[in-house]
């Protein structure tokens, strides 16, 4: 039986799509294929997932052409030849809700979809850690970073703006604020915050103002890969802050320190199954 998922979307994305396959076919006993086509035809965001040590039975991608011809019949076909004429589709029905009758598949089955919660995957946790950490030796100056953050009561706190300002997506400051309290409430104040953002000269103007009562670092180093590397550090901090994002999701997700404390935002999709039980979800007011 074969268990093909398509990757979609962004590293976190990613990450999803590939832990709900790598569950699902060793619930079914079934053959674990991963579709990068779209990440290889330069349609969807770069394919950030195999700089994990992932394993999977099968990797496939073939041609996608973008006329109008193509989209309508061509690729249609081209798609059955690499995947199976007599595959069967299941589609995601609603985002960040979990669906457990896909474990009642019993035939080669395509998921499209993007199965945002952990529900799909938390009995493989142990197994998956180790294959989603980076194949390759980080730069000096990450090292410096991972080893700062282990020492210290750190906090990981993801600020995304960029891509979001222009759809609305932005978390109101509101929400870090209220976290801040909540988590120096509960942990102490001797806290180092550690902020990541796609946004630093716009998060150094904002907390200017806590400076003086808060010891703050705004996260920067050589990499020759950001995206991975800000989720490996965020994930090595002992807790988190985390913004409306499967990226700081994730980060928060292989966090294994014993006693971390995860706060997040509680806001349209992302609420209900979309968060384990255990963290600590503030509600967005908009």
Known sequence: MKIIVDLAGGFGNQLFCYCFGYALSKEKNGEFIIDTSMQDNGIARELE????????DKRISYRYDRNIISRAVINK?????????RTKFYRERAATRYEPEVFGVDKDTY???????EKYFVK?????LPLLTPVKERTKSVKNILNQ???????????????????????????????????CDKMGEDLSFYIFSDDLDYCRDYF?????????????????????????????????????????WWAAWLNQYPNKFVICPEWGMWSGD?????????????
Request: charged residues 25%; positive net charge.
């Open 49 to 56: 997932l195999l700089n994990l040590g992932v394993i999977y």
């Open 149 to 183: 953050v282990t020492r210290e009561k750190s906090v990981a706190v993801h600020i995304r703006r960029g891509d979001y300002l222009q759809i609305n997506g932005a978390l109101p400051m509101d929400y870090y604020e209220r976290a801040f309290k909540l988590i």
């Open 124 to 128: 493989y946790r142990e197994e998956l």
């Open 274 to 286: 979309f968060y384990p039980k255990e963290w600590e979800k503030l509600p967005i007011k908009r």
């Open 111 to 117: 998921f499209k979809g993007n199965w945002q919660t």
């Open 77 to 85: 076909v081209i798609k059955r030849n690499a995947i199976g004429w």
């Open 208 to 248: 200017k103002r806590h400076e003086n009562t808060l010891n703050i670092t705004y996260v920067q180093y050589e990499s020759d890969n950001t995206t991975l590397d800000d989720l490996l550090i965020m994930s090595k901090c002992k807790s988190m802050i985390i913004a409306n994002s499967t990226y700081s």
